[in-house]
Nanobody, 128 residues
Framework: QVQLVESGGGLVQAGGSLRLSCAAS????????MGWFRQAPGKEREFVAA????????YYANSVKGRFTISRDNAKNTVYLQMNSLKPEDTAVYYC?????????????????????WGQGIQVTVSS
């Protein structure tokens, strides 16, 4: 059984930083693309960031580019999301997701349906 467990969320003031972790079990994630999505209250879930299976290629939503960094440690079966310069509009439940295969075209990384395993989500709240 595949499990993705997020940690590191919480309450932070605007301008602060948080580091989310996603630990996988039941699946060796090193051969899959991995992504982070988020859902704010009353809004659709949206893409935040993704990383290729090798860790070489990363992809970001325009709203977080330059502030967030996705990375992975395949030896630890873990993916990270470093979030800096947080804004109140970053407040959301953040979800880690594991891809369906190793090789993706560019647009695949941004597509929710290309991820078949999801974590339970973790709350990030940024106060103004």
């Amino acid at each position: 059984q595949v499990q993705l467990v997020e940690s590191g969320g919480g309450l932070v003031q605007a301008g602060g930083s948080l580091r989310l972790s996603c630990a996988a079990s039941g699946r060796t994630i090193s051969i899959y693309a991995m992504g982070w999505f988020r859902q704010a209250p009353g809004k659709e879930r949206e893409f935040v960031a993704a990383v290729s299976w090798s860790g070489i290629n990363t992809y970001y939503a325009n709203s977080v580019k330059g502030r967030f960094t996705i990375s992975r440690d395949n030896a630890k079966n873990t993916v990270y999301l470093q979030m800096n310069s947080l804004k109140p509009e970053d407040t959301a439940v953040y979800y880690c997701a594991s891809g369906t295969r190793r090789y993706y075209s560019g647009t695949d990384y941004y597509t929710e349906s290309m991820y078949n395993y999801w974590g339970q989500g973790i709350q990030v709240t940024v106060s103004s």
